[in-house]
């Protein structure tokens, strides 16, 4: 079943639920907006630019984020109520990570903000999993030859964040500073800093 007659079937069932709610005077359309809008108001890639920057400064943090991603960025306001479990893989000198929704683009929204139209697209969804560094390429990340490249497929019930590693020279900048270097791409694995 492809992508986007998954996302089709969802939305059908999804707006057949909000009538439902909506005809037995549960729920208004304009409550259902406005708690979307509440969400995607929060939702952002600064977000996740903060998390890194944070472990890039705190050893201890950093160490709670790589063993569980979901409490570490509810620690900074992040996830509340969010029912998915957070993996935060991290890129060394040796590994580069790349994440992916090989089935539809199930993504850490509230870390990452609302997912770039290329990664719903069924061609990265599906090339990224075969030839990962021809993709990365394509994005203009060279990687040593012998870099491992690991791809996460996240899940309805799993999502993934890559921890980019910090750049040379950056010892002496805050944490707002560090935040302003990381960009979505680079929390997807497409990009580095």
């Known amino acids: 079943m492809s992508g986007d007659h998954t996302d089709a079937t969802i939305a059908r069932r999804v707006r057949r639920l909000e009538t439902l709610l909506e005809?037995?005077?549960?729920?208004?359309?304009?409550?259902?907006?406005?708690?979307?809008?509440?969400?995607?108001a929060e939702s952002s890639p600064a977000n996740?630019?903060?998390?890194?920057?944070?472990?890039?400064?705190?050893?201890?943090?950093?160490?709670?984020?790589?063993?569980?991603?979901?409490?570490?960025?509810?620690?900074l306001g992040y996830m509340d109520g969010s029912y998915q479990r957070l993996r935060v893989v991290e890129n060394t000198a040796t590994t580069h990570n790349v994440i992916v929704c090989t089935l539809c683009s199930c993504y850490p929204l509230r870390l990452l903000?609302?997912?770039?139209?290329?990664?719903?697209?069924?061609?990265?969804?599906?090339?990224?999993v075969r030839e990962p560094r021809a993709v990365l390429a394509e994005f203009?990340?060279?990687?040593?030859?012998?870099?491992?490249?690991?791809?996460?497929?996240?899940?309805?019930?799993?999502?993934?964040?890559?921890?980019p590693r910090r750049p040379e020279g950056t010892a002496g900048m805050s944490e707002e500073e560090l935040a302003g270097l990381v960009t979505?791409?680079?929390?997807?694995?497409?990009a580095v800093v």
């Open 23 to 40: 005809e037995k005077g549960l729920v208004t359309g304009e409550k259902v907006d406005e708690v979307i809008d509440a969400f995607l």
């Open 48 to 75: 996740g630019a903060r998390v890194v920057a944070r472990a890039w400064t705190d050893e201890t943090f950093k160490s709670r984020l790589l063993r569980d991603g979901t409490a570490a960025v509810r620690e």
């Open 113 to 128: 903000g609302p997912s770039p139209s290329w990664y719903k697209s069924e061609a990265y969804r599906s090339r990224v």
């Open 140 to 163: 203009g990340v060279e990687l040593p030859p012998g870099t491992q490249v690991t791809v996460w497929d996240s899940s309805a019930e799993s999502r993934y964040m890559v921890l």
């Open 184 to 190: 979505r791409n680079a929390l997807i694995g497409t």
